[in-house]
């Protein structure tokens, strides 16, 4: 696996491997990272082409409040796993590298980005398609590859690339699931081992939701219900909704997507399924 940490140096590999397939990271990988990772060979077969994945902790997705340092960070494990996987190019670019001094372009994706994390998180999605634009641009990745475990985040990348006409396939793959339907996230492990036990409660929810739905039971009943029952086991919720796919824009129509974000200690789990 080829190592690049300047523009030079991963566009010369990018040229010689051919068409890529990315999968953009923020390090810290877990199997969800490397089920992508094994999705991207398959696309870059396909092509004729090659596997590129990209560590680079964005600091314009945190917000003042959010805790950029303390985002878990552990290198030397991450390229290992790449490369035991088959990834052939890892793209390490520092701050300066992605935001030069005098940096002064930002992308706003309206549509998908307003409400829920959006709302929560005030810049995060400017932060989040102004990143993966530039990734997409300095890979020239045909295809890029993101968990659907970010839903939102998912609609909010396939909008700008549609938008800007950028010359690349956006993939959602699956959400990987720990054994008890804990959705794998890098933050997970910043649960404390009591409340790692109850954090599948989460998914659990979800199921329910979608089953009482499809019983047509109507949606503001069993959301209302789900968000009682996860206080009561001492979560935080942010939010709970049912939303069109791709627009994020609520319903109590199916077929839709539940979303929720819940708060559990120090750690905010996000999760997502399909719903009818």
Known sequence: MRIARDLPTLRAEAARLGPLA?????????????????????????????????????????????????????????????????CDLAWLPGVEAMYPPGHGTAIEVAGPSEGWEGAARPGHFRGVATVCAKLFLQTGARVALFGEKDWQQLQVVRRMARDLDLPVRIIGYPTVREADGLAMSSRNRFLSGEERAKASALHAALQGVAQALAAGVPATAALAEMRSGLAAQGFAVDYLALVEPETLRETAALPGR???????????????????
Do not use: C, K
């Open 258 to 276: 539940l979303i929720a974000a819940a708060r559990l200690g120090t750690v905010r789990l996000l999760d997502n399924i399909a719903a009818g």
């Open 22 to 86: 990315l999968v953009p990271t923020m390090g810290a990988l877990h199997a969800g990272h490397l089920a992508l990772v094994a999705a991207a060979r398959r696309e870059a077969a396909a092509m004729g082409g090659a596997v590129a994945a990209s560590i680079f902790v964005n600091p314009l997705q945190f917000g003042p409040q959010e805790d950029l340092a303390r985002y878990p960070r552990d290198e030397a494990g991450d390229l290992a796993a790449l490369e035991a996987a088959g």
